[in-house]
C-alpha cells in the first residue's frame, strides 16, 4: 500500500448517509483534480488525505459527521471550472460558481455542495512551484 501526504494534514474522514452515491460525486471530482479515488471493502474509500465512510464502517463509531468545509488545490482556472461542472453532475448543489474571490487577489474559486451537504471547494491562487509534488509513504 502506499498513500500520498503532502502540505498540512494527515487525513479528513467524513462520514456520509449514502456511500455509493458520495463515492460517485468524489470520484468525478478528484478525477478533474487528478486525485485517484481508492475503493475498499471496508465501507470506505480514500483521495489521499480524504476518508469518505459510511456510519457503518468500523471507523465511523455510527455517526454521521457534520457539515465541513474541504478546499482542494487546482492546477489552475480552467480546472476549478471544471470541477464545479463534475459536481453539479455528480449530485453536487452549487454553493458558489467559478470565479474571483475577495480573500486576496488572484483567489479563484468555486464551492459546491455534496450530497451529505459538506461545503467542498475547488480553488486556484496563482502561479506557485511546490518543492515536491507529495510525500510518498509506503508500508
Do not use: C, K, W
Not at 480514500?46 to 454521521?64: K, M, Q, T, W
Amino acid at each position: 500500500m502506499q498513500l500520498h501526504r503532502g502540505r498540512l494534514i494527515d487525513h479528513i474522514q467524513l462520514v456520509v448517509r449514502d456511500l455509493p452515491t458520495s463515492e460517485s460525486f468524489y470520484t468525478a471530482v478528484m478525477s478533474v483534480l487528478g486525485i485517484p479515488v481508492l475503493s475498499t471493502e471496508n465501507g470506505y474509500f480514500i483521495a489521499d488525505e480524504l476518508v469518505v465512510s459510511s456510519a457503518d464502517s468500523p471507523a465511523a463509531s455510527g455517526a454521521l459527521t457534520g457539515r465541513h468545509h474541504l478546499a482542494f488545490q487546482a492546477q489552475d482556472r480552467e480546472t476549478v471550472d471544471a470541477f464545479y461542472r463534475a459536481a453539479l453532475a455528480h449530485g453536487g448543489r452549487d454553493n458558489g460558481a467559478p470565479g474571483l474571490r475577495a480573500y486576496h487577489p488572484g483567489y479563484y474559486a468555486a464551492f459546491v455542495l455534496d450530497p451529505d451537504g459538506n461545503n467542498i471547494e475547488a480553488v486556484y491562487q496563482g502561479a506557485a512551484q511546490r518543492s515536491a509534488p507529495s510525500v510518498t509513504i509506503a508500508f
